[in-house]
Structures are given as structure tokens and as C-alpha cells.
């Protein structure tokens, strides 16, 4: 089975597990999700995924780290080096042909829901990443630190993965989606960019922060997406008040 057909099992099956917990769980296990979802979604996915790997925007101890490489593994959309690669060109040619996740090009549907148009992320992409024994370690290992972690956390009791890892992974999932998709379609330019990206209001609140795209495309570097008092960045908080050391030099 290839990298991308594994991936996508994984998403299908923790929407199918989400829905039989919510089916036949108890309601009271929510809690793990909102917990989930801040440490895998917005510390794990957006701050270490996005802010730290991906665009370098800060400078953190290497204990945290490697904390952000594992509490990333459990978005379930692939290793750091994968994402890290598609985020990376999807900034080098935003909303034009080989953007690999433009809803221009895919529709807004598919890209949402990651039915992309075929692409090559080329090597140049993720360089960096590849001279960092752990970095290969957990891309080789990705699934199986996933389903070893879950069935450990099944044997304590079932809910525990389905609330904490499979429910808290398919918002993160559809957050990415609103993202990806209405934040180049709709919402408000702070800056003239290359391309159509906007800052969205509603899905900046549904997000906790990752709505301020047009912000980020102007600035990618920048380890903060908050540019008016009014905008809202969770994770550019815990950035500049736990995680960060110093600010990467420009």
C-alpha cells in the first residue's frame, strides 16, 4: 500500500471511529477530545508542523522539539517531512497550477476534503528535514507509532483513542479544510499578495488562529499571524510565552 493510500485509510477510518464513538460512547469522554485537539491540532499541527518545521518562524530547546515531532504524529495526515513538503510548495506557488491543495484548482469539495489533483513534492522541499536521524526514524515508523499508541490506550479502555486521537484528528482534519478552502475564497486582505488568500474571522475563531491566512502568506516566517489588536492567535501565544527561545533570524 503506498505512503498516500495509508493516509488516506487513516483519515477515513478515524471518521468511521469518531462516528461509533459518538454512537456508542459516552458523551462524558468529550473532554479527552478538546484536549486532543489542543495538543495534537494546535501545538503538535499548527505551532510545530506549520510555524516551527515548516517555516522555521522561531527558535525552541531540543527536548520541545522533539515534543512537537510526537504531538504531530497523532493529526494522522502523514509524517512531519510529508507535510512539511506539501505545505512548503503549496507557499512557493499558492493558486496557481501546482499548488497542491488550491481550491481554484481542486474545487472547493475536493480540497477540502483532500481529494487533490495529482502532484510531486520535489526534494528540495524537505532537504533540511532528511539530515535529522529522528525526523527519518518517526516518518519510517509514523504508522506504527499510531497504532501501537492507540491499542496501548485501547487496553486501559476503548474510548480513550477513539476521543482522545480519532475525534480530536477529524476536526483538525476539517479545521484545515475551512483553511485551505474559504481562506482563499473569502474574508479580508491585510496585504496585497501573489495570491488569493484572506483572513477569515470566522473560521480565525473556530481555529483558535489558523484563519489569518493572508497575514501568513505575507509573512510565513513570522512565528505570529496576529497583525490588528482584534485578530485572535492562540498558538503565537503559547509560541512566544512557553515555546519560544528566541526569534529565527530573518
Not at 53 to 61: L, N
Not at 147 to 153: E, H, P
Request: with cysteine; hydrophobic share 45%.
Amino acid at each position: 500500500m503506498s505512503e498516500e493510500l495509508k493516509i488516506k485509510s487513516l483519515i477515513v477510518g478515524n471518521h468511521i471511529l469518531a462516528l461509533a464513538g459518538l454512537i456508542f460512547g459516552n458523551w462524558n469522554f468529550l473532554w479527552l477530545t478538546l484536549i486532543g485537539w489542543i495538543l495534537f491540532g494546535k501545538i503538535g499541527g499548527e505551532i510545530g508542523f506549520h510555524r516551527y518545521f515548516a517555516h522555521k518562524s522561531f527558535i525552541t530547546k531540543k527536548w520541545k522539539e522533539n515534543i512537537l515531532i510526537f504531538l504531530g504524529v497523532f493529526n494522522c495526515f502523514g509524517s512531519h517531512i510529508n507535510w512539511v513538503g506539501v505545505h512548503r510548495k503549496h507557499h512557493d506557488v499558492a493558486d496557481h497550477d501546482d499548488d497542491p491543495h488550491s481550491p481554484e484548482k481542486n474545487g472547493m469539495f475536493n480540497n477540502w476534503m483532500t481529494i487533490w489533483k495529482p502532484f510531486i513534492v520535489e526534494r528540495k522541499y524537505v532537504k533540511d528535514l532528511l539530515m535529522n536521524k529522528l525526523n527519518i526514524w518517526v516518518h519510517r515508523n509514523y504508522f506504527k507509532i499510531i497504532l501501537v499508541t492507540m491499542g496501548l490506550l485501547a487496553l486501559l479502555n476503548w474510548q480513550i483513542p477513539v476521543y482522545l486521537i480519532c475525534m480530536s484528528s477529524v476536526i483538525t482534519f476539517h479545521s484545515a479544510g475551512m483553511v485551505d478552502t474559504f481562506c482563499h475564497k473569502f474574508g479580508y486582505r491585510n496585504f496585497d499578495t501573489n495570491d488569493k488568500s484572506h483572513n477569515n474571522t470566522f473560521v480565525n475563531i473556530l481555529t483558535l488562529g489558523s484563519g489569518l491566512h493572508n497575514n501568513h502568506h505575507a509573512d510565513p516566517t513570522n512565528w505570529s499571524n496576529k497583525v490588528k489588536k482584534w485578530e485572535i492567535d492562540f498558538p503565537g501565544w503559547i509560541i512566544k510565552n512557553i515555546l519560544m527561545e528566541q526569534r529565527r533570524a530573518s
